[in-house]
């Protein structure tokens, strides 16, 4: 496991800093936190718990790799398995900020809270033409997907 040097994501325990920023991952660090999705991890608000699941993460994530899993074996080059995946979690992450956003249509909501929740909104816009972008790298049958 590589040394960490500060969350990329905001304070120690993953949350936005005081000043409410969330700086971008630094390209060496996604791997510490490629099994757990922040949005889950967020459910939890003891920093500790937090940190435990990120650990945890990190054994299992380095377990999958020793495995050695060929891609040859998919029957597609990886960097095409390796999108589909990703475009699968930016799906997640679609759905989920697509979710906040209709909260903007709460009455309850204050002035801030609905443009957060619009902003939420705008941005699963965006990830939505992401995700049609790499739709159209791929056919439409013959898919490699594994989702059941």
Do not use: K
Not at 105 to 110: G, K, L, M, R
Not at 117 to 135: M, W, Y
């Amino acid at each position: 496991m590589r040394e960490q040097t500060g969350d990329p994501h905001g304070d120690q325990d993953g949350r936005p800093g005081r000043s409410g920023a969330v700086e971008a991952p630094r390209a060496e660090s996604w791997e510490d936190r490629a099994v757990f999705r922040e949005t889950f991890l967020n459910l939890h608000p003891e920093p500790e718990i937090r940190a435990a699941y990120r650990q945890v993460g990190v054994s299992l994530y380095e377990a999958a790799l020793a495995l050695e899993v060929s891609y040859v074996e998919r029957g597609e080059p990886a960097v095409a398995t390796d999108l589909r995946a990703v475009a699968r979690d930016i799906w997640v992450a679609q759905a989920y900020l697509h979710d906040l956003g209709r909260q903007a249509e709460a009455d309850t909501q204050d002035a801030a809270s609905t443009q957060l929740c619009l902003l939420a909104a705008a941005v699963a816009e965006e990830l939505e033409g992401i995700l049609a972008r790499i739709s159209e790298a791929f056919p439409a049958s013959g898919s490699a997907d594994d989702e059941a």
